[in-house]
Antibody, heavy 122, light 108 residues
Framework: QVQLVQSGAEVKEPGASVKVSCKAS????????MHWVRQAPGQRPEWMGW????????KYSQKFQGRVTITRDTSASTVYMELSSLRSEDTAVYYC???????????????WGQGTMVTVSS | SYELTQSPSVSVSPGQTARITCSGD??????AYWYQKKPGQAPVLVIY???ERPSGIPERFSGSNSGTTVTLTISGVEAEDEADYYC???????????FGGGTKVTVL
């Protein structure tokens, strides 16, 4: 079945970087874009950016521009999100989410990973 | 920056109807999507393109658009529908995605 499996929880010190992976299975990887969304405790979800898994093009939220990098490894059907210069406010659950078939769903996030908790603390 | 505004909470009895609204200036131009979020679980898409329902989502979930406001309606609410619901859309260019603040649906 179609699923996205993310890497495990991370604890990082302020100023460090974190790299979260998202492995896709059950569908043609490079036919669907992938987004990253985070949700801090008690906050609304925040869209961080997305990657065209076919050609590698990316677009980032202005809030995270310069700190976030989204990449993909087509041979491993895996997308990565790296966030640098971490601060306590970056403590959140990070999700990858597949963009559904554009012709049918346009920009819906139709499949989500299970989430990765990233804690930033000294 | 562009924001979507939702009412914070709705309480309904089983079998009643819950209506959740989401407002935003770009909604006349951009589709809205709705996600159900339960504690400890990933979000689930319940409505796409304002009013379309993905396969596997019960018919009691429906969506509508009336200009700058979109509405998620849950008809005949069941206990399992208790969750946070988030609307999502994009800015006028369609480039940058944005979520609403969420509405907590409590089933009495």
């Amino acid at each position: 079945q179609v699923q996205l499996v993310q890497s495990g929880a991370e604890v990082k010190e302020p100023g460090a970087s974190v790299k979260v992976s998202c492995k896709a299975s059950g569908y043609t990887f490079n036919s669907y874009a992938m987004h990253w969304v985070r949700q801090a405790p008690g906050q609304r979800p925040e869209w961080m950016g997305w990657i065209n898994t076919g050609n590698g093009d990316t677009k980032y939220s202005q809030k995270f521009q310069g700190r976030v990098t989204i990449t993909r490894d087509t041979s491993a059907s895996t997308v990565y999100m790296e966030l640098s210069s971490l601060r306590s406010e970056d403590t959140a659950v990070y999700y990858c989410a597949r963009n559904g078939p554009i012709v049918i769903m346009f920009d819906a996030f139709d499949i989500w990973g299970q989430g990765t908790m990233v804690t930033v603390s000294s | 920056s562009y924001e979507l505004t939702q009412s914070p909470s709705v309480s309904v009895s089983p079998g009643q109807t819950a209506r959740i609204t989401c407002s935003g200036d770009a909604l006349p131009k951009q589709y809205a999507y709705w996600y159900q979020k339960k504690p400890g679980q990933a979000p689930v898409l319940v409505i796409y393109k304002d009013s379309e329902r993905p396969s596997g989502i019960p018919e009691r979930f429906s969506g509508s658009n009336s200009g700058t406001t979109v509405t998620l309606t849950i008809s005949g609410v069941e206990a399992e529908d208790e969750a946070d619901y988030y609307c999502q859309s994009a800015d006028t260019t369609g480039t940058f995605k944005v979520f609403g603040g969420g509405t907590k649906v409590t089933v009495l």
